[in-house]
T-cell receptor
């Protein structure tokens, strides 16, 4: 089974801090994604990456950036954390190509910004 | 713009009381419709993919069906361990085809 590992399950940060959320997948998937999940709003796509060093903005990229230097690792960066970025962050990966390929999710990182 | 609406938002069932969850969608050509289960504090776990109207898939007490406008997740004789949030998502055939659009989910609680 594909495993997607998010290194931090719970984080508490202060407003203005730089925050790194790390995600690693172990099945050689081309595509990787970062979502945030908020009550009543569902999952919203922040950024995704088709392959190494490639990135595309999702629906809510403002205040975030990403890095994909290696195929297995996709990092989400909050340059200056704000309280409205308090949320559950979910990383996912998927095989590339044009098919309806299944997203496999990590366990999530719950970020609180004070 | 692709849209997914799930109903009801929350559902409480007695053990053994069968019911259905609804996922209504609008998409510019469906590539796939996905059902996921999410337990509290965890990431979504894949259940089914449906590709075309009329298709059905089953897994234990769950059965997913698809029409051109909606999908149903039927739960037969549920048990307390079926309690979770069930998410529906669609992938469009064209235009940003690698993205999934998710509904907000149905929170299911099955009581003894």
């Amino acid at each position: 089974d594909v495993k997607v590992t998010q290194s931090s399950r719970y984080l508490v940060k202060r407003t203005g801090e730089k925050v790194f959320l790390e995600c690693v997948q172990d099945m050689d998937h081309e595509n990787m994604f970062w979502y945030r999940q908020d009550p009543g709003l569902g999952l919203r796509l922040i950024y995704f990456s088709y392959d190494v060093k490639m990135k595309e903005k999702g629906d809510i990229p403002e205040g975030y950036s990403v890095s994909r230097e290696k195929k297995e690792r996709f990092s989400l960066i909050l340059e200056s954390a704000s309280t409205n970025q308090t949320s559950m962050y979910l990383c996912a990966s998927r095989l590339g190509g044009s098919g309806a390929n299944v997203l496999t999710f990590g366990a999530g990182s719950r970020l609180t910004v004070l | 713009e692709d849209q997914v609406t799930q109903s009801p938002e929350a559902l409480r069932l007695q053990e053994g009381e069968s019911s259905s969850l609804n996922c209504s969608y609008t998409v510019s050509g469906l590539r796939g419709l996905f059902w996921y289960r999410q337990d509290p504090g965890k990431g979504p776990e894949f259940l089914f993919t449906l590709y075309s109207a009329g298709e059905e898939k089953e897994k234990e007490r769950l059965k997913a069906t698809l029409t051109k406008k909606e999908s149903f997740l039927h739960i037969t004789a549920p048990k307390p361990e079926d309690s979770a949030t069930y998410l529906c998502a669609v992938q469009a055939r064209e235009g940003g085809g690698n993205k999934l659009t998710f509904g907000t989910g149905t929170q299911l609680k099955v009581e003894l």
